[in-house]
């Protein structure tokens, strides 16, 4: 068995998002949210500097995440700076691995504020606490936290 997290998240083929209310819901997520912004694989390798089986294959090794979407492999834009990777993104995708978080959740946790990681008593986002420099250490434990509540 495959896990979620190492293999796009195909929207198309996925037997919970076929149509019905639970695909229009993921729809307007997926629409408006995950893929706004989204990079192709050729883009994701020019930007990083290596080639496009090296971008899938860390996608396999949930090193990076990619999203299937009519046919077309992209990576949400959230994952990436001007410097290249967002800091400790592999880290975080390597502990929601084991606990089986759906995508969509992990991305949703991610891009949500948390008091948990605040500057200043300002709530931030785990990708705002790592854009920022914030510690990926404070991040992992509620990333395993959020994978064993859902």
């Known amino acids: 068995m495959t896990h979620p997290l190492s293999e796009p998240l195909d929207f198309d083929g996925d037997p919970l998002l076929r149509p019905g209310p639970r695909r229009a819901r993921f729809e307007a997520l997926s629409e408006a949210t995950i893929l706004a912004g989204s990079h192709s694989v050729s883009l994701v390798a020019q930007r990083l500097g290596i080639s496009r089986r090296e971008v899938r294959t860390r996608i396999a090794g949930s090193r990076l995440l990619g999203i299937k979407r009519d046919r077309e492999l992209v990576l949400p834009a959230?994952?990436?700076?001007?410097?290249?990777?967002?800091?400790?993104?592999?880290?975080?995708?390597?502990a929601a691995r084991p606990t089986g978080l759906h995508p969509v959740s992990l991305i949703n946790f991610l891009r949500r504020p948390?008091?948990?990681?605040?500057?200043?008593?300002?709530?931030?986002?785990?990708?705002?606490?790592?854009?920022?420099?914030?510690?990926?250490?404070?991040?992992?434990?509620?990333?395993?936290?959020?994978?064993q509540t859902i």
């Open 78 to 94: 959230f994952q990436f700076t001007l410097q290249g990777l967002l800091p400790g993104l592999e880290e975080v995708l390597a």
């Open 114 to 147: 948390t008091y948990y990681l605040s500057c200043a008593d300002q709530p931030l986002s785990p990708i705002e606490w790592l854009m920022n420099g914030g510690e990926v250490e404070r991040v992992v434990p509620l990333v395993r936290a959020l994978g």
